[in-house]
């Protein structure tokens, strides 16, 4: 007994060494020997090959992103349940996509739904799974060699491969799913696409901390001598992956590592160094593999029209990957994007995926696309699907073995640059927010309702009741609603003429500051007003702030107008109302330089003008960037939350006073004003009356809704996949 309970212990300890050393220094034990290395995926020359049960055939990469938002959650939450998937799985197949993305480790839902979608599916719908690498980590002043990166990076690849072969209990709770992964899915899995897109600033300063580490020799990738360290460390973490899945698994499938312009390797001139901070590159060119690999690598990038600036100037840099006739559209108008992807593709002898492109059905925008015009945000759900068109006929003539469009689904906790200091970031989630476009990438939209909106702005008045009326005096009354997204009025006014009829409708939210005059007209309000709605017939309808109020004024005043707004702050009952302008990161013409004519100052756009136009989805004239319509004697409108300083609707926060505060900070609210009529004498007053406010907290409604950029795709990959199948 004492021999055998010692044998037991010996056994138990051999089994906890190996764990550890398999776990830090990559030793496995290989405990099917016997069984031969599968892969049901290749690379031959740029194309991309899988076996779907005719041996290996060329295959397309035709995708579609996933992320894991959905309203009322945020990514980390995991909310999506296995049903909703299998139903989007469906819908996703529907379209002609034969391929799914998601970026890092999920809940067993979505691996669940995998499993039963496809495993009795004669024709699969495959994944490419990602590996994260978090923020905090990228921006923390770490190189690629700091334990938390790379370690991280490896340790989250063996349980990620664990996780596709079904064999993993597994919770972290930070960025990366939990849950019992007790289903193999990885006869669908096509492969990995390794890390995130990369800090120019982590890359460079791995290159420089680590200089002596720049090769790396393993049995199934290597580097060349010139590679840099941090490409070696990418090359370890790929061989490590590769290694792990083969010893324990016998099985390999395709390798990528992330990449975007920002770290891309193509030579630019000083010009684009200088200006644009182009000082990193990311060349898997330099990163090999050796004969032990079946499977193969792919280049991934994630390239959009409107992104790096620099992509607009190819055609004045000398860099337009050959004649520039070729990247004319019929309008005349030079194609940078499609130049920008040749050029990549030609770099690489091995297949290029663009992993992601797309652009946002948003209200808001950040970029533009200098020329063609597929901006990052400001468009319209059909200009949207036209733009995702355009870009995949980009993506395939410029020579690329697959494409990913990004996203599937609008995300509502999403963030964007110029429009996170103005909301809280702790909430986002609750509320749909119209002017943050990287909310709006999806082709699947979540509209506010259960089944339906509150209200449409259509010109059918029949969704508005007396209890919504607020004000009425003389031939004009006013009436107001709201949901996740919007504020809604609603203007009668008798007889009304658009022609020569201006109506305005002042709004008072914060009882801190306010007007009750506007400098342009001798009219006054009953009350203080902080936004001034014009409607101006179709082409001159707008909304004003008083500029106290103006957000941008407050947090980009110096990059905007080149003024400290704290030094010279507007009076709390200013007359002067000012346009409601939103911050861009678009810089001037290179040429500009010369003339010397002020390339650090930023450019803004008018986010305040309102865009006639019917705003119901089932209208055959729908204009999901409408913000108002005409119909008669009755208007309809809806503002988002944002453009009023709601710093979160979901519970009624709006921005307190700039200048008591130096910033942005919280004032609830239970209440606002608003009124409605003509501006004439002082002596007639427009009268505002009460909406209440009381918001919906952490329970936001939504019901889902297909955007026109579904049926746009799907028109030309059902195409696609007809051609394929014969």
Known sequence: MKKFLIFCGAVILLFICWWGLSGKFGLFIDLQTDKQVESFTAVRGKEILVDRGEGLKPFEIRG?????????????????????????????????ANCIRVYTIQNDSFYNAVWEYNHDNPDPLYFLHGLWVNDYVQNSHRDAYDSEFADAMIEDSRTLVDIIHGNKKFSLGVDLGKGTYNKDVSSWCLGYILGVEWEDTTVEFTNKMQDDRNSYQ??????????????????????????????????????????????????????VKYYFRKFAKVDVEHIKTTEEFLSGQFASYHIYPYYPDYLGFLDIMGRDAGQKEEFMEENGIYNSYRAYLKLINEHHSMPVVIAEY???????????????????????ESEQGEALVSCYEDIMAAGCAGSIAFTWQDEW??????????????????????????????????????????????????????????????????????????????????????????????????????????????????????????????????????????????????????????????????????????????????????????????????????????????????????????????????????????????????????????????????????????????????????????????????????????????????????????
């Open 64 to 96: 579609i992103n996933m992320g894991v938002g959905i309203p009322g959650h945020f990514a980390t939450d995991y909310a999506i349940d296995k049903e909703t998937y299998l139903r989007w799985f469906r819908e996703i197949q529907d379209m002609g």
């Open 218 to 271: 393993g049995k199934y990738m290597y580097t060349t001598s010139d590679a840099s360290p941090f490409e070696a460390m990418l090359a370890m973490t790929g061989d490590r992956i590769i290694e792990y899945e083969t010893v324990r698994y016998k099985q390999q499938r395709l390798v990528a590592f992330s990449n975007w312009p920002t770290t891309d390797p193509l030579e630019w001139d000083e010009l």
């Open 358 to 380: 797309g652009v946002p059905s948003s209200r808001g925008r950040a970029q533009d696309e200098r020329g063609l015009g597929r901006a990052q945000g400001g468009m319209s």
């Open 413 to 726: 906790f999403k963030r964007t640059w110029n429009t996170m200091a103005y909301t809280d970031l702790t909430k986002t989630a609750f509320w749909s927010d119209y002017q943050t476009n990287e909310q709006y990438f999806g082709i699947l939209s979540f509209d506010p309702g259960e089944k339906e909106s509150v209200c449409y702005v259509d010109g059918d008045i029949s969704e508005w009741t007396e209890d919504d009326k607020v004000m009425e005096k003389g031939d004009v009354s006013l009436w107001s609603k709201y949901d996740e997204k919007y504020v809604y009025f609603r203007v009668h006014k008798e007889n009304y003429d658009p022609g020569n009829d201006v109506l305005y409708i002042p709004i008072d939210t914060t009882p801190k500051s306010g007007s009750m005059s506007w400098e342009e007209k001798d009219g006054v309000f009953d009350r203080a007003a902080d936004f001034l709605m014009i409607i101006d017939g179709r082409e001159n309808s707008r909304i004003l702030v008083q500029e106290r109020y103006e957000a941008l004024r407050a947090m980009y005043s110096q990059r905007a107008y080149l003024q400290d707004a704290y030094l010279n702050e507007p009076a709390k009952d200013t007359d002067h109302f000012v346009e409601i302008r939103m911050m861009m990161q678009v810089p001037n013409d290179p040429h500009d330089e010369v003339e010397n004519t002020g390339w650090d100052i930023g450019e803004t756009f008018n986010t305040g003008n309102l865009t006639y136009g019917n705003g119901n989805p089932k209208s055959p004239d729908f204009n999901s960037l409408a913000d108002y319509i005409i119909q008669g004697d009755e208007i309809e409108i809806r503002i988002p939350w944002l453009l009023l300083n709601f710093y979160n609707p979901s519970e009624m926060v709006i921005h307190d006073d700039y200048y008591e505060h130096y910033g942005i900070e919280r004032l609830n609210i239970d209440r606002m004003y608003a009124g409605a009529g003509s501006l004439g004498n002082k002596t007639d007053r427009i009268t505002m009356g009460t909406i209440e406010l009381k918001g919906w907290g952490r329970n936001p409604t939504s019901h889902e809704r297909l955007k026109q950029g579904y049926y746009d795709l799907q028109k030309i990959w059902i195409q696609k996949k007809q051609a394929e199948t014969g």
